[in-house]
C-alpha cells in the first residue's frame, strides 16, 4: 500500500472543494484588476483553482488589512487570536471588505 499522505491540504477537501460548474474557471478580471490601496480590509476567500500566492487554509474567511505591496501579492495583517500574522497573498483569493458606515 501507499503511505497515506500528510500534507497541509489533506485534510481540506471539504473546504477547498468548487462546484462543479466552477472547476478550473480562471478568477473573473474584476476580482484580479482590483486595486488594494494600504488601510483597505479585504476577505480571503482561498480559489483552490489558482496555486500560486494560495495562503494556508486557516486563514480562509479571515478579515485582514492591507499593508503593502509586494511584486504582483499583497502583504496582509491578519489577527489571529492574541498575535498578529502578515500573510503575502495574491489577489486571486482576496476580495473587498465592504463595511456598511452609519
Known amino acids: 500500500m501507499v503511505k497515506h499522505s500528510k500534507g497541509y491540504r489533506t485534510r481540506s477537501r471539504s473546504l477547498l472543494r468548487k462546484n462543479p460548474r466552477e472547476r478550473g474557471a480562471i478568477p473573473p478580471l474584476s476580482r484580479l484588476m482590483y486595486e488594494y490601496k494600504p488601510g ?3 476577505v480571503i476567500k482561498i480559489n483552490s483553482s489558482v496555486y500560486a ?3 494556508h487554509r486557516r486563514y ?3 478579515v485582514g488589512r492591507i499593508i503593502g505591496k509586494r511584486g504582483r501579492a499583497y502583504e496582509i495583517s ?3 487570536g492574541s498575535k498578529e500574522k ?3 497573498v495574491r489577489p486571486e ?3 473587498p471588505f465592504n463595511v456598511n458606515k452609519g
Open 40 to 42: 483597505d480590509y479585504v
Open 53 to 55: 500566492g494560495m495562503p
Open 60 to 62: 480562509q474567511g479571515k
Open 78 to 80: 491578519v489577527k489571529v
Open 86 to 88: 502578515i500573510l503575502i
Open 93 to 95: 483569493h482576496l476580495s
